[in-house]
């Protein structure tokens, strides 16, 4: 009768059962990996049998099959490594105590029998945890958040000794137990930002469509010239958006883990802001094993497109997809991977080639041919998913030095209590940009007269239906910031407003001059 032991493989961030079944059967000598198992996997068998050498374990002169189940998932980690090792010292009578049938074992073996992490160790955990599983064997993990990982046992091992030791009761290991886990309860933790929006002098206008995009999770995209605060505004975004529940803050460690990547602090949203220059497997993601690319380690958080005119025209399109599903799906002949990727796009680009269309100081040169080929870089489905449109200017010093400016704390704390009447309207963190339109419309429906108001906007400035659906989700918004319980016609107005293709109008502009 075969051996099993328990292990956890991943999907991109998901993860699922492994049941590593291992039997010796008469052949000749060897040990056969079946399960599609990927390279990493079939070199195991060369690490876990230098890892049992080191043990004075002796391995029978037979066939030892060992098999990944489910078999038609593709395995493709050495996270295996300690449960198959653990299989076959059981099924050689290496030791005798029972392997309990609610633990699973992570970790990837040296030759001497040492345990070391690999990436996705927290990802595996939290599908563990789902699994039912009530004890994990792992290798430690320093910056792994165990304090918060509750509902399960993780006993920490630094050697395979330790784990059949623990098997009899012989050694005490360093463990982690806690009855509850509450995903969506935010740790106590004051946030420390780099930027304040009070350092920002002018630009009320923006302000404010910023802080509705925070509120609401929408989508915003700024034209203005050169040096006019664009870039400044987006990179103070983050410091009125919310902290991050323990169970966004999982997902945004679990994404960075299997990118590799490293995170100043997992307490804020992620900032992500890649160069115009990126390839399309950089900010998508991919690879010959897909790695996870800029829209998912801005999951939770925000991705700037700063000069993104400069973008290649098929690489932004390609964000169309994640925008409206808020995932990605990455398919590979080594396998397929999906992560998460709900993020708010903030774009910034010039009004023309030369900047200065429209500016106060500057002439522009360009011609209205030049104008319209370079806004066109950017696709009309692709403009139609950004909520709101803003047009900057460049701001007099001595104009608005004196001015009072609020802080982002202030902001901030408007931000959480809109987001909080969300959460209560739809439940599970669902916010009014990415709730589903069957959700949204059930529970924000538009009155008689405000359907009318809309359909003779949507006539006038031939607005799509997507963007309809925009400019009420921003009204909805704008009425959470107000503390109000219905849709309001003055939140219509100022929705729609913010709505209006200024693109097009500093078109004319050009046209006229």
């Not at 079946?34 to 195991?44: F, M, N």
């Not at 800029?294 to 290649?312: I, Q, R």
């Not at 309207?425 to 405000?450: K, M, V, W």
């Amino acid at each position: 009768m075969a051996t099993i032991v328990n292990s956890i493989g991943l999907r991109g961030i998901e993860g699922y059962l492994v049941q590593i079944e291992v039997q010796i059967v008469p052949g000749k000598e060897g040990i056969s990996i079946v399960g599609l198992p990927d390279l990493s996997v079939k070199e195991s068998k060369d690490r876990v049998l230098g890892a049992l050498a080191s043990q004075d374990c002796e391995l029978p002169e037979k066939r030892i099959i060992i098999n990944l189940s489910p078999a038609e998932q593709k395995k493709n980690s050495p996270i295996f490594d300690l449960g198959m090792a653990i299989g076959m010292m059981r099924e050689v009578h290496h030791f005798s105590y029972k392997i309990p049938n609610d633990a699973a074992f992570l970790g990837v073996l040296s030759l001497d029998g040492s345990i070391k992490p690999v990436d996705g160790m927290l990802p595996a955990i939290m599908a563990a945890r789902e699994e039912q599983i009530k004890t994990l064997y792992l290798p430690h993990i320093h910056d792994l958040p165990i304090q918060e990982i509750d509902g399960m046992e993780l006993r920490f091992v630094t050697h395979i000794n330790e784990v059949i030791e623990s098997f009899s009761g012989q050694t005490t290991l360093f463990t982690h137990t806690s009855s509850k886990f509450t995903p969506q309860e935010s740790t106590e933790y004051t946030p420390v930002y780099s930027k304040d929006f009070k350092d920002i002098i002018g630009h009320k206008h923006a302000k404010r469509a910023f802080e509705i995009a925070a509120a609401g999770g929408h989508n915003i995209l700024m034209s203005g010239p050169p040096g006019c605060g664009k870039s400044l505004l987006a990179e103070t975004f983050p410091s009125i958006l919310p902290p991050l529940t323990n169970k966004e803050r999982f997902e945004v460690i679990s994404i960075y883990q299997l990118a590799r990547e490293k995170n100043d602090s997992y307490q804020i949203s992620p900032f992500r802001a890649p160069h115009h220059s990126s390839s399309a497997i950089s900010l998508i993601g991919g690879g010959t094993h897909p790695k996870p690319g800029e829209v998912s380690l801005a999951h939770n958080g925000v991705l700037f497109l700063d000069e993104m005119a400069e973008f290649p025209k098929r690489t932004l399109d390609m964000l169309r997809q994640p925008l409206e599903s808020g995932k990605v799906t990455i398919s590979r002949a080594a396998s397929t991977a999906t992560y998460p990727s709900r993020f708010i796009l903030v774009g910034a680009m010039n009004p023309c080639p030369c900047g200065y269309l429209g500016a106060h100081n500057k002439y522009c040169t360009c011609t209205s041919k030049q104008v319209i080929a370079y806004q066109n870089r950017i696709s009309g489905p692709m403009k139609d998913r950004f909520d709101l449109l803003l047009t900057l200017q460049s701001v007099s010093l001595a104009k608005e030095g004196v001015e009072q400016r609020q802080c982002s704390a202030e902001i901030r704390k408007r931000v959480v209590e809109a987001r909080d009447r969300q959460y209560k309207r739809y439940g599970d963190g669902i916010c009014n940009g990415n709730a589903p339109n069957e959700l949204f419309l059930e529970c924000t429906p538009l009155t008689s007269s405000q359907r009318q108001m809309m359909q003779q906007w949507s006539s006038k400035e031939q607005f799509s239906n997507r963007v309809q659906m925009k400019i009420h989700r921003l009204a909805r918004t704008i009425s959470d910031l107000q503390g109000q319980d219905e849709l309001t016609n003055e939140s219509l107005w100022e929705a729609v407003n913010f709505r209006r293709h200024q693109l097009r109008d500093i078109q004319k502009v050009q046209v006229n001059v």
